[in-house]
């Protein structure tokens, strides 16, 4: 794995885990009931307090933005701590190098650039030549050092005489670099940042990604790049506040830190930065930073006192009384909350979070572990036996706690006078689950969007990889779960439930890497990549809830709607903003009326299928606010799979599950030479029909059925396709091939030169393929083929096509590299080492790979994964329309026992 990579994600596991210990109770105060005062909440199991009635549901966009406030820079330039609310004000740590007040950075200088080994008046063929020899054969693995010096002479030695002296330093520098540093093309764009002036050292990375590709390479980039950054800024422990009712910064708190600056470049408290969450109690406002322990005055921001850390730190205080808690050096410590005076240091409570338990009139501390601490003297009550220490915080439920640790998942009844072991669950190491902190609600526990079980047995209840939750630890309010997923791009709000997984709301807004959401008073505030985020979640403000058609009218209902919709600023009676998009593609104003809480639209002489806007600019209102943006599709239908005489199709397009009832018509349904007996909705997105005919693999069918809903007045569309085996293509990676021909002993550089494999081999089940699951977006080819060296094996799938198509292929790095054929066409090449987080769905930032060919009927997809020391992984593969959506009109599966014979366009 690249070096920044790879230390990214070590900081996130810290960021994550080492919460440690957080606030409870206030030395003066407590903290007002609604607050979020500190990590996981106002009782450190991420349970929100009684509060106003929330939405059930979110509308397509998401709740409410309410406001954003400046920039605040995360991950390199401020860290990975979550933010707090209390007293009418939000504090969020950050730790980097801060954006400027009324100066400017100047990083890319010519020193910086000649030392970077560039010239502007380089000759091209030299260029080439030089580029050539630097990432050749025969200079891999060789260090700055006598061997380096020895191979960079000899390629001078090559050299023209005027050009060797002239360009001698030049060449040298380039040399030093390893061989992931920029290119020289992408250094030469990269000149044109000379002596640009920065606010802030972020946009020069920003700027650096857009010229160059920074994206999975070794840490010479990033290395170069902060080492530019260091001349010219330094890191700090900084502290902001804001208002929580605007976002405008009330005060910032910077302090020097002289601990971050002196670690080595590739140290993933230097690549990433200290990542605590505040506590606050009683006025003040507690920080583990990298260099130092603060604590401020919430007024101002003002030092009450400071204890300097010898060493960076993740840990998130913990205020209980006048004592204040924290994880340093990986133990836990107590100091004097007034005064930051140390009281007690106990080296056994180690792992990452504490939290508070009171029980028979007396209060403990319980560290991962299963460690029962006195807070007064920080001696150790009680020891659970064979408790694994975890990355999450401890959870306690009535009298039951409950550890996540990095492979198993375990339960105690515990007393004050020890743990009684209840059961164990054992995982494995899963980076999705085992860093995010356990969620109990009515005897479930939720491992944020991924697992539910049952608290009082263990038994899993359902699990799912279809979210992808990483380095983020979920929330309970109003009886809902919110959560951070798919690599903390987007924020989801759940139904918890032991049945199923049931989103009710979706918030489409990247946070910032291993931070989880807080709430206070109705609202949900977020640290997003580069700011912090306020959005209301109370019912008060219209919002689209479901769409019908009727008569040729499509009828919008809106919820939340005081006083009925009306409009503002519209002296000609029309809903600014209101479009409708038909069959062709062009927009057109609608035309519609308001009627109490719906607005119905005239869609009589519209083409469907049929898409419906309305923008931000709108005029359409209520007492309670203005309606937000919304957009609603049509449905339409995709074939899924057969059985018999049975047809199971899935609903895409609408933003609303489809109403079960009206499609359970069975006369909504037309089949050309066959007869719809019955119609089942199985879920609220597919429908199964059952006719009078047995259906085979290639018969061709054409199906029709209504536009919007099963109304007699309503259109029809028509769906043709193929009747084929296996699963449907959707938006997310493909679960199953064939896994086996390796090929041994192979030199590295020349793994797939060297690789004798009929690339148009139609593998299937045997002797030397086996099938295989990528369990969430990886392959293990060890598990599959066994341990080999020097080798390359393969991964096979087939995906069938009604039709003659361009798409794109989506897929991770692996191994030392990789190689893609298509129907035996070669269509891409990788050869960077790479190896991913075995569960965990890498494939969406990786290598689109364009214009890839399908034929109708049956291609084979065939990957070459090399081997070489450092791992057998392939980060699996998406297949998307040619324009990056998510496709229609395929499927795939992994054995096809006789491709040729199975295809239907050869029949």
């Known amino acids: 794995?690249?070096?920044?990579?790879?230390?990214?994600?070590?900081?996130?596991?810290?960021?994550?885990?080492?919460?440690?210990?957080?606030?409870?109770?206030?030395?003066?105060?407590?903290?007002?009931?609604?607050?979020?005062?500190?990590?996981?909440?106002?009782?450190?199991?991420?349970?929100?307090?009684?509060?106003?009635?929330?939405?059930?549901?979110?509308?397509?966009?998401?709740?409410?933005?309410?406001?954003?406030?400046?920039?605040?820079?995360?991950?390199?330039?401020?860290?990975?701590?979550?933010?707090?609310?209390?007293?009418?004000?939000?504090?969020?740590?950050?730790?980097?190098?801060?954006?400027?007040?009324?100066?400017?950075?100047?990083?890319?200088?010519?020193?910086?650039?000649?030392?970077?080994?560039?010239?502007?008046?380089?000759?091209?063929?030299?260029?080439?030549?030089?580029?050539?020899?630097?990432?050749?054969?025969?200079?891999?693995?060789?260090?700055?050092?006598?061997?380096?010096?020895?191979?960079?002479?000899?390629?001078?030695?090559?050299?023209?005489?005027?050009?060797?002296?002239?360009?001698?330093?030049?060449?040298?520098?380039?040399?030093?670099?390893?061989?992931?540093?920029?290119?020289?093309?992408?250094?030469?764009?990269?000149?044109?940042?000379?002596?640009?002036?920065?606010?802030?050292?972020?946009?020069?990375?920003?700027?650096?990604?857009?010229?160059?590709?920074?994206?999975?390479?070794?840490?010479?980039?990033?290395?170069?790049?902060?080492?530019?950054?260091?001349?010219?800024?330094?890191?700090?422990?900084?502290?902001?506040?804001?208002?929580?009712?605007?976002?405008?910064?009330?005060?910032?708190?910077?302090?020097?830190?002289?601990?971050?600056?002196?670690?080595?470049?590739?140290?993933?408290?230097?690549?990433?930065?200290?990542?605590?969450?505040?506590?606050?109690?009683?006025?003040?406002?507690?920080?583990?930073?990298?260099?130092?322990?603060?604590?401020?005055?919430?007024?101002?921001?003002?030092?009450?006192?400071?204890?300097?850390?010898?060493?960076?730190?993740?840990?998130?205080?913990?205020?209980?009384?006048?004592?204040?808690?924290?994880?340093?050096?990986?133990?836990?410590?107590?100091?004097?909350?007034?005064?930051?005076?140390?009281?007690?240091?106990?080296?056994?409570?180690?792992?990452?979070?504490?939290?508070?338990?009171?029980?028979?009139?007396?209060?403990?501390?319980?560290?991962?572990?299963?460690?029962?601490?006195?807070?007064?003297?920080?001696?150790?009550?009680?020891?659970?036996?064979?408790?694994?220490?975890?990355?999450?915080?401890?959870?306690?439920?009535?009298?039951?706690?409950?550890?996540?640790?990095?492979?198993?998942?375990?339960?105690?009844?515990?007393?004050?006078?020890?743990?009684?072991?209840?059961?164990?669950?054992?995982?494995?190491p899963n980076w999705s689950e085992r860093l995010c902190s356990p969620l109990v609600y009515q005897n479930y526990v939720y491992q944020n969007c991924d697992r539910c079980m049952d608290l009082l047995t263990g038994d899993t209840k359902w699990t799912t990889k279809e979210l992808l939750a990483q380095f983020s630890s979920p929330i309970l309010v109003d009886g809902k779960i919110i959560a951070h997923a798919k690599s903390q791009s987007v924020t989801y709000l759940i139904k918890p439930s032991p049945e199923k997984l049931e989103v009710l709301g979706e918030l489409k807004e990247g946070v910032a890497c291993c931070t989880s959401p807080a709430y206070s008073g109705g609202k949900l505030y977020l640290r997003l990549s580069n700011c912090v985020a306020a959005y209301d979640l109370t019912e008060s403000k219209p919002y689209l809830d479901r769409v019908t058609l009727k008569d040729g009218q499509l009828i919008m209902q809106f919820k939340q709607v005081e006083g009925g919709l009306a409009l503002k600023n519209s002296p000609d009676g029309t809903i600014k903003g209101l479009n409708l998009v038909g069959a062709s593609g062009a927009a057109k104003p609608a035309k519609a009326q308001i009627q109490g809480s719906t607005v119905i639209v005239d869609v009589k002489d519209s083409a469907f299928p049929l898409r419906l806007t309305y923008g931000a600019e709108g005029n359409l209102c209520a007492k309670n606010g203005d309606v937000t943006a919304c957009e609603?599709?049509?449905?339409?239908?995709?074939?899924?799979?057969?059985?018999?005489?049975?047809?199971?199709?899935?609903?895409?397009?609408?933003?609303?599950?489809?109403?079960?009832?009206?499609?359970?018509?069975?006369?909504?349904?037309?089949?050309?030479?066959a007869k719809v007996i019955e119609a089942e909705v199985i879920t609220a997105r597919c429908v199964r029909l059952k006719t009078d005919k047995a259906w085979k693999e290639g018969d061709c069918v054409t199906l029709d059925y209504p536009a919007v809903s099963p109304d007699v007045s309503g259109p029809k569309k028509a769906l043709a396709f193929t009747i084929t085996k296996g699963q449907l293509v959707e938006n997310r990676p493909l679960t199953n091939f064939l896994v086996g021909e390796a090929r041994e002993s192979l030199e590295p550089a020349k793994l797939f030169e060297a690789d004798n494999l009929d690339k148009d081999v139609k593998p299937t089940a045997g002797e030397h393929w086996k099938l295989a699951s990528n369990g969430g977006g990886v392959i293990n080819f060890t598990d599959s083929v066994g341990k080999k060296t020097e080798a390359v094996a393969h991964a096979c799938a087939y995906v069938y096509s009604q039709t003659d198509r361009k798409v794109q292929l989506w897929v991770g790095h692996a191994g030392v590299g990789m190689q893609v054929y298509v129907n035996g066409k070669p269509v891409h090449t990788n050869r960077t080492a790479f190896n991913p987080w075995p569960n965990v769905d890498q494939i969406l930032d990786r290598e689109k790979i364009n214009d890839v060919e399908l034929k109708q009927g049956w291609n084979t997809v065939l990957m070459g994964v090399g081997y070489h020391k450092e791992g057998w992984w392939l980060c699996g593969l998406r297949i998307r329309d040619e324009h990056g959506q998510a496709p229609t009109g395929l499927h795939y599966m992994a054995d096809l026992a006789e491709p040729a014979m199975s295809d239907p366009a050869k029949k």
């Not at 909440?41 to 400046?70: F, V």
């Not at 040399?175 to 640009?196: A, C, H, M, P």
């Not at 830190?257 to 605590?276: C, H, Q, T, W, Y």
């Not at 397009?653 to 089949?671: L, R």
């Open 1 to 428: 794995m690249p070096r920044f990579q790879s230390v990214l994600c070590l900081a996130c596991v810290a960021a994550l885990g080492a919460r440690a210990a957080r606030t409870a109770e206030a030395p003066k105060a407590p903290a007002a009931q609604s607050d979020w005062p500190q990590w996981r909440g106002p009782t450190r199991d991420g349970i929100a307090p009684a509060g106003p009635k929330l939405l059930d549901t979110w509308p397509k966009e998401g709740p409410p933005l309410l406001w954003k406030s400046d920039e605040i820079p995360s991950v390199r330039d401020g860290g990975c701590g979550s933010v707090v609310v209390a007293d009418g004000r939000v504090f969020v740590y950050v730790n980097g190098r801060p954006p400027t007040t009324g100066k400017t950075y100047c990083p890319i200088t010519l020193e910086v650039l000649t030392d970077w080994g560039w010239v502007a008046d380089m000759p091209a063929e030299l260029a080439k030549k030089i580029e050539a020899a630097r990432v050749a054969d025969k200079r891999k693995g060789l260090k700055p050092g006598p061997a380096l010096d020895a191979y960079v002479n000899e390629f001078i030695a090559t050299l023209e005489p005027s050009d060797a002296k002239k360009y001698d330093l030049c060449i040298r520098n380039r040399f030093k670099k390893d061989i992931g540093f920029f290119t020289w093309d992408e250094l030469s764009k990269v000149s044109s940042l000379r002596d640009k002036e920065y606010k802030a050292i972020q946009e020069l990375f920003s700027d650096v990604t857009k010229l160059a590709d920074m994206h999975h390479r070794y840490g010479g980039v990033n290395d170069a790049l902060d080492e530019a950054c260091a001349k010219v800024s330094k890191f700090t422990d900084g502290v902001v506040c804001l208002d929580a009712a605007t976002g405008k910064e009330t005060w910032r708190k910077d302090f020097p830190d002289p601990v971050r600056e002196k670690l080595p470049i590739d140290n993933f408290f230097r690549l990433a930065g200290a990542s605590g969450t505040p506590a606050v109690a009683g006025g003040r406002c507690f920080v583990v930073g990298s260099s130092g322990m603060y604590c401020l005055s919430v007024t101002d921001g003002s030092v009450i006192w400071t204890v300097p850390l010898a060493a960076a730190s993740n840990s998130s205080p913990l205020v209980l009384g006048d004592t204040v808690y924290a994880m340093l050096y990986g133990s836990l410590h107590a100091f004097e909350a007034t005064t930051g005076k140390k009281r007690w240091h106990q080296p056994k409570a180690n792992g990452n979070a504490a939290l508070v338990w009171k029980t028979g009139g007396k209060t403990y501390l319980i560290a991962p572990g299963g460690v029962c601490i006195d807070p007064e003297d920080g001696k150790i009550v009680w020891q659970a036996e064979k408790a694994e220490v975890g990355n999450s915080t401890p959870v306690i439920s009535s009298d039951t706690l409950v550890l996540f640790g990095s492979s198993k998942f375990q339960a105690f009844k515990i007393s004050p006078q020890g743990a009684v072991h209840l059961y164990t669950q054992n995982y494995g």
């Open 632 to 673: 609603w599709q049509s449905p339409h239908l995709e074939f899924e799979s057969f059985a018999g005489n049975t047809l199971t199709l899935k609903f895409f397009g609408s933003s609303a599950p489809v109403d079960e009832e009206p499609w359970k018509d069975a006369a909504a349904y037309t089949i050309a030479g």
